[in-house]
């Protein structure tokens, strides 16, 4: 169903009935949205924008990082709902099985569902900016850790990917996606949201 929303209550495509139909049953509601990935190991939110209720569904997430990225066309739950996404870390593994239930424990209870302790988190914010194409190369930085202008972030044999300005790697993997690398982001101050 991800990358199906809006959707289409009408449409002949599954995925495309159900995620309309989630839309209407969620609205108004907040909503935390698992995923795990192939890029990093790290427990991190993603939105599409930032404004107050998505960024209090990632503090009740406990996520250490924010990332938002403003592409409706995507068609993630977060372009079109109060939700946020929490990424738990990656496919298949253990540790994200494992994440994914510390994150949603931590929300129910921060958010007054359950009655356990939890913590909230004041994650750091990076705005998405750019799309890397190039799914061919080997990507060969670490995700939100800085590439300074100079350094090599990617490879396909002798070819190099170099970046021409400072970023951080968000969603960047060998392995994550069919048709891009991932992207580019700039760490943000709280204070700039």
Not at 99 to 119: C, M, P
Not at 148 to 165: F, H, I, P, R, S
Request: net charge negative; charged share 30%; aromatic share 8%.
């Amino acid at each position: 169903m991800n990358r199906n929303f809006p959707g289409d209550k009408d449409s002949n495509k599954h995925e495309e009935r159900i995620a309309a139909e989630l839309l209407e049953q969620i609205k108004g509601m907040k909503t935390l949205d698992l995923h795990s990935t192939n890029s990093t190991d790290k427990i991190f939110a993603a939105s599409s924008d930032i404004d107050q209720k998505k960024l209090e569904i990632a503090r009740s997430s406990c996520a250490s990082v924010l990332t938002y990225h403003e592409n409706p066309e995507i068609g993630t739950i977060n372009s079109f709902a109060n939700a946020t996404t929490v990424e738990c870390g990656l496919q298949g593994s253990k540790q994200a099985k494992e994440n994914a239930y510390s994150v949603l424990k931590n929300f129910l209870a921060a958010e007054g569902l359950i009655d356990e302790d939890y913590s909230r988190s004041d994650p750091e914010l990076f705005e998405v900016y750019e799309t890397v194409e190039k799914p061919e190369y080997d990507f060969v930085a670490e995700n939100f850790e800085k590439v300074e202008k100079g350094d090599v972030y990617a490879k396909n044999g002798d070819t190099q990917l170099v970046a021409e300005k400072d970023f951080y790697p968000v969603l960047m993997s060998s392995t994550g996606y069919e048709d891009i690398l991932g992207y580019k982001a700039r760490k943000v101050s709280e204070d700039s949201s």
